[in-house]
């Protein structure tokens, strides 16, 4: 067998095909157009169409209408940095959740009113609070120390500050949802009595509560709004009404087409480290889980990527649960005249990007095809162990080859032995030539954006729009 020809067993990859968007299916045969792109814009590069993240803007708001409630969504700025998608997001009456001075000033300089704003920012700087402050944008506050610092600045500034408390630590069976963020209810309690012109925080203008919780669990979801409600309650015996009650985010997306393959992954991942089958991801590399004396200990550290309850269904499931046993969630909150507010990011963006690079190495090491891109893993990034999609592989050649289809690795270019675009071994057409194109699917939403750093000195990928007329903008990140 040649050096080239070396080929992995067809038995150790297991595909995980993506659900892909119109826009996207249209443009993958178009290799001279995206090569083009790069040529102008560099690899890697994002492309994004706002035509999706219209249609889930509309998807998530007819969810919440159906209950008849009052409700407004805040599109979670920090899931993608483009200024394109906060346009789109207040031209469609949503809200912006900012988290940052600068996404902040982006904001008011776009010209969205502070009323349409909200900071939920988990470092508050002084410098940050009076631009909140000072354009009446809502501060959810997550700390004692927030607190006394927003009613110095409200103070000094002569203006009521419109705040806000995150709620955490709540009890579900027996313990707790421990988190590092919120108030437990006892605490907010203690604040009540405080926020009173004779109280001690006088600037403190009360409007709602919030949570955000980690992880997407929608009995987690129900049992914080179920303590959310009975704490209006709780307020508005004492003369102060709960406005809205904000849910935050972690609404699910589903990225793959088929619950089979993603169970057959899981197994065949399991299989590998365990030394049963062939591995499956480099260096067998377990994606969370614990090997200990033969044993698997733990579960992947990854998103659940396939799902069968995304967007519409999850806020249903949410809002149709029961609250007392007479009433829903949904007439809880209609009967106290609360609005409903939410928070999402990565359900807004689903399908809306995609991260597309160059292929400018092969070899071969130990066994394995390395394919070296012209990106660094931090731009294809998140909390997730890894991103288990099938990218999509674009030759520059239409012709078929002799060579018959190979498995590999891709790798990047920050000088580390880590240093993997995806931890699982993607499968190639036929063997991959210098020039060709991968292209990474539906990253617009925490992947591309959250991590990418410029170690080495690297650019940051260009951010692009494609109109549904074929037109080209650059965005100004």
Partial sequence: MTEKSKKFSRDSFHSLTPIVHDWVKALLPQYEFISELMTKYGSPLNIHSALPFQENIETLKSAIKGFGLDHQIFYARKANKCLEFVHKAYEQACGIDTASWQELKD????????????????????????????????????????????QDVAKSLGKKAKVSFRLGNFS?????????????????????????SNGK??????????FHLNGYSIPHRILALKESIRLADEFANQGMPTKFIDMGGGILVNYLE??????????????????????????????????????????PKVYPYFNKNPKDIFLREVLEADFDGILKINGALKKRNIEIRIEPGRSLLDQAGITVARIIFRKHKNDDILVGLEMNRTQMSSSSADFLLDPFYISRSSSLSEDEPVE??????????????????????????????????NTAGYMMHFYESQAHLFDLAKNIFLGPDGSVVKDKY
């Avoid at 925080?201 to 919030?210: K, V």
């Avoid at 619950?259 to 590399?285: C, M």
Wanted: glycine share 10%; proline share 3%.
């Fill in 258 to 299: 088929s619950e089979i393959e993603w169970v057959n992954f899981h197994k065949a991942l399991r299989q590998a480290v365990l030394g049963q089958a062939s591995p499956i991801t480099y260096k067998n590399d377990a994606l969370g889980m614990v090997l200990i004396e033969g044993k698997l200990y733990g579960a």
């Fill in 408 to 441: 590999g690795f891709l790798v990047g270019a920050y000088c580390l032995e880590q240093e993997l675009i995806l931890k699982r071994k993607v499968k190639f057409s036929k063997y991959p030539q210098i020039g060709d194109i991968m292209v990474f699917v």
């Fill in 172 to 196: 579900f069976q027996n313990g707790l949802l421990a988190s590092r963020f919120g108030f437990s209810s006892v605490e907010v309690n203690k604040i009540i009595p405080n926020l009173t």
């Fill in 107 to 150: 904001g008011l300089d776009m010209g969205i009113p502070g009323s349409k704003l909200v900071l939920t920012a988990a470092i508050k700087t002084r410098l940050l609070l009076q631009l909140a402050i000072e354009n009446g944008v809502l501060v959810v506050l997550d700390n004692w120390d927030e607190i006394e610092l927003v």
């Fill in 201 to 210: 925080y006088p600037t403190l203008q009360f409007e709602g509560l919030h």
